[in-house]
């Protein structure tokens, strides 16, 4: 959390942060959202995650589970139209010319070319939606201070299930829960929950603020790393 904390520093041109004085759990309240973002969650990931909630729960936070979070059925078609769209819009160059096309691999020009069959106007209707999703989040925070989930629904697969199969459920299993807060904005951290000193797959927490709240979101996930990586070294 210090290099999040150094990093956002340099990225905001800010030389003031601090550690909060005032111990940052009390009153917090952490939303865990409803089912979406949790379904299909691998027994390893699952497992690691509610102990670290079990873990913020007994340090004093506030847990708040089954927030709701709507419009989740548009999340992944509006990032995708307009991922899509800007992505070939900045690499058409690359993309329109026959020597450097070669270079590029089968998986990532099949995204260039379904982002090239993106109209103006489906641009502008995600856009519109993804502005409707945003205050749907923005609702979900009037509730909570913070969101929690998984960052990823599963640990990390052996590029052998994943080369030339990119589209299959396992890549969406990785990115589900992260792609909401990509397409949003909202700032968002990524806290490892597996024990650092052993063998296991790595596994961990995803903790999300509110607009411009940047700054918070890192005070509070200073504490939570140190909640939950004293919980799992005791």
Known sequence: MQDMQLAFSALANSQNFQSPRNNPKNKQKIGIPQSYFLEDCVPAVERTFWKSIDALREAGYI???DIEIQKTESIYRTRQTIQLSEMYWFYQDLV???DNKKLVGKDVMSFFERGSKVGMMELMLAS???L??????????????FLAMPTCLTTAPK???????????IWWLLVRNSE??????L????????????????TA???SGRALEDERLLQVGESIWKIIHASKSS
């Not at 700032?187 to 790595?202: A, F, G, K, M, Q």
């Open 63 to 65: 847990i708040v589970e």
């Open 96 to 98: 329109n010319s026959p």
């Open 128 to 130: 519109r939606e993804r």
């Open 132 to 145: 409707s999703i945003i205050s749907c989040l923005s609702k979900a925070f009037q509730e909570v201070d």
């Open 159 to 169: 590029i052998d299930d994943i080369l030339g199969r990119e589209t299959v459920n």
């Open 180 to 185: 909401l807060f990509n397409l949003s904005g």
């Open 187 to 202: 700032p968002s951290l990524s806290i490892p929950t597996h024990r650092l000193d052993s063998s296991e797959l790595p």
């Open 205 to 207: 927490i995803e903790i």
